[in-house]
């Protein structure tokens, strides 16, 4: 299956969107209408790309969206960008979601003793090429990083594109400690110092920030894959979670083609992008704790 995006509204304003469609042309939800699995038998997953690597707005799935397009996250009235804390330059992954999950907030995870962060599960492909923003590409998971955000539960999963010409050479973490030495290392200075910038502490890790290995991090996806399923068919209540979708036969939220064509007609036309703050590319240092 293949899929396009549409933008409406300009890059790097408030009301930017980016809606997807499928191989037939019809709006759908990146959330809901996307499948988790791309070949369940070999183990392959869909992935939606939000954020290319080395750039710095912070881009997600609207959750709370109508068709749950992909907007840049907001903060007091202002659009975000992570910062570069040296020495990363923004990004250092494409770095996105797996549809078809939810980190469910009411679920207290027994790994981590907290709930989860309300999205769909975050990832982290550590492949050779940089994507586009709404890509959806296939990836081989590698492994998961339990990161605690402010009380929340969200996991980080590491993968690679499944057609990355070393792809073959990846099957579990350890070959990407193996293979990419310090990338797993500087995943963690990462998470743990991205938001202090902004005046917060250090974020927090379960199992002292150790990476668990592919089998452990395939059963966290898969139970995440059962919330949504139950958010989806209206099993458990997802308060201000928006589950319109076009192709979840036995979800309440099922809505035919046509009938969801009127929310992204709604919003603004395509325009130039708005010009970005001089401040984004500033450098961030600090001697780490």
Sequence with gaps: MSYTVEQRAKANSLEYRLFFKNCKGQYISPFHDIPLFADEAKGIFNMVVEVPRWTNAKMEIATKDPLNPIKQDVKKGKLRYVANVFPHKGYIWNYGALPQTWENPSHIDENTGFGGDNDPIDVCDIGSKVCDRGD???????????????????????AINAEDPEASHYNDIEDVRRLKPNYLESTVDWFRRYKVPDGKPENQFAFDAEFKNKDFAIN????????????????????????????????????????V????????????????AEDVDKWYYYQKN
Excluded: M, R, Y
């Design 136 to 158: 959806v590409i296939k990836v081989k998971i590698l492994g998961t990083l339990a990161l605690i955000d402010e009380g929340e539960t969200d996991w980080k999963i590491i």
């Design 220 to 259: 966290i996806i898969k139970s995440t894959h059962e919330h949504w399923k139950s958010l989806v068919t209206k099993i458990i209540e997802g308060g201000e979670i928006n589950c319109t979708n076009v192709t979840v036969q036995d979800s309440p939220f099922l809505s035919k083609a046509e009938e």
């Design 261 to 276: 064509e009127s929310i992204v007609k709604a919003a603004p036309p395509c325009g130039p992008p708005s010009p970005v």
